[in-house]
């Protein structure tokens, strides 16, 4: 979560993109433009710190949202005043809309992920593979993020082409997903995750990896193995969830 220190690092960086116009070649030769791949870059970090600190639902948050949706000057001089009365406000009510971290929502969401197979069931939903769990679990992260990429591409380790299952760019976490099914054993879910922390230490901006292991049938009971995992790769912090739990 962003604090009011990095929200008014942001606003001094929107104050100094609207020093910069850019040459305008369209056919709105009176209305200057700023530096296109600066200005997108702060909008997109802007948002992403909005997201976390005062949410989506919030109206300033859609009326920045609303002004940056191109580089014309005229847009972003309301986007910063805009960005200014954010932070007044957050000023003088220290305690932020949304005050649950993103660990949080994440390992809530993982850890409830079977109570909400099971309410499925009653809509005659099922979920029987892996493919599936990655579906719903995209859907419920969705409530909260919007930039979530499925089967994210991993720099080549050992000349093999690798993919994590979800990356949720918003906050940089990724989610890989191993489904405790049918023949499968416990000793060749913790032989892949180990492989797989090996490889996903390439994976690029990426500051921490859940690795969610789906029990639905209660193949998994002895859950200590999974505590030997090493909690880092790299700089990339490693968490491991089960559920259901006996």
Aim: hydrophobic residues 35%; contains cysteine; charged residues 30%.
């Amino acid at each position: 979560m962003c604090n009011i220190d990095e929200l008014k690092d942001l606003l001094n960086e929107g104050e100094n993109l609207l020093k910069i116009i850019e040459s305008n070649n369209s056919m709105f030769r009176d209305a200057p433009c700023l530096d296109r791949r600066k200005t997108q870059e702060w909008k997109l970090k802007t948002l992403t710190c909005l997201k976390n600190t005062i949410g989506t639902e919030d109206e300033l948050y859609h009326e920045f949202k609303k002004h940056t949706q191109t580089t014309y000057k005229h847009e972003i001089e309301k986007a910063v005043p805009t960005l200014k009365i954010i932070i007044k406000n957050l000023e003088s009510n220290p305690k932020p809309k949304n005050n649950t971290s993103n660990d949080e929502i994440i390992e809530t969401i993982l850890n409830r992920f079977h109570k909400v197979v099971v309410e499925l069931k009653e809509l005659d939903l099922e979920i029987q593979k892996e493919s599936d769990v990655k579906k719903l679990l995209k859907a419920l992260l969705g409530i909260y993020y919007e930039n979530i990429k499925v089967e994210e591409p991993v720099e080549s380790y050992a000349d093999i082409g690798s993919q994590i299952d979800l990356y949720i760019k918003d906050i940089n976490y990724g989610i890989e997903i191993k489904l405790a099914k049918n023949s499968i054993q416990q000793r060749q879910i913790v032989e892949q995750i180990n492989d797989d922390i090996q490889k996903y230490q390439k994976l690029p901006n990426c500051e921490k990896i859940y690795f969610f292991i789906y029990n639905p049938d209660f193949l998994i009971k002895n859950h200590a193995s999974f505590d030997d995992l090493p909690p880092k790769t790299g700089n990339i912090e490693i968490t491991t969830i089960v559920t259901p739990k006996l």
